[in-house]
């Protein structure tokens, strides 16, 4: 039996993971940010970006070495890729309340973009989890 080669890490991937736990760890444990501060909202931001570049990235990396090797699959049926495109939507929501929260004028604009990416963004994630719940269940 020949040993088994240890696989090559990913850079790319290992970034975005490694800044994604980080930038978790840090809005989650520090409690001397404030809630409703800038700094918070941008950690807020670059939290959701990060999240979601890297579980969109290391999907598709794994769809596309799936796709070789099995039959025909649909990217929009991988809870994965669904996940880290709901993510990256929820993203702009909170820049809008970021620039909002910051100005004193509060117009409709603001809160309408913001519904829009969030109605676009809430059924990604919804439909992530389903897939991967239907995933589990047949798997068993």
């Not at 736990?21 to 809005?27: D, E, T």
């Not at 039959?71 to 991988?78: F, G, V």
């Not at 929501?93 to 990416?117: C, G, K, R, Y």
């Amino acid at each position: 039996m020949e040993p088994q080669r240890p696989q090559k890490v990913d850079p790319i991937g290992f970034t975005l993971g490694l800044l994604a736990f980080l930038m978790i760890y840090v809005v989650t444990f520090i409690p001397s940010i404030p809630t409703h501060s800038m700094l918070h909202y941008t950690l807020q931001v670059a939290s959701s970006l990060l999240k979601g570049l890297f579980i969109l990235y290391m999907s598709v990396k794994r769809f596309r070495q799936t796709k070789d090797e099995q039959e025909q699959k649909r990217w929009y049926l991988q809870p994965g890729i669904l996940l880290g495109l709901g993510l990256l939507l929820f993203a702009p929501s909170s820049a809008i309340n970021l620039f909002t929260s910051q100005s004193m004028m509060m117009n409709t604009l603001p809160s309408f973009v913001e519904t829009v990416f969030l109605a676009l963004s809430i059924p990604c994630i919804l439909a992530a989890g389903f897939l991967y719940v239907r995933g589990y269940i047949v798997k068993r």
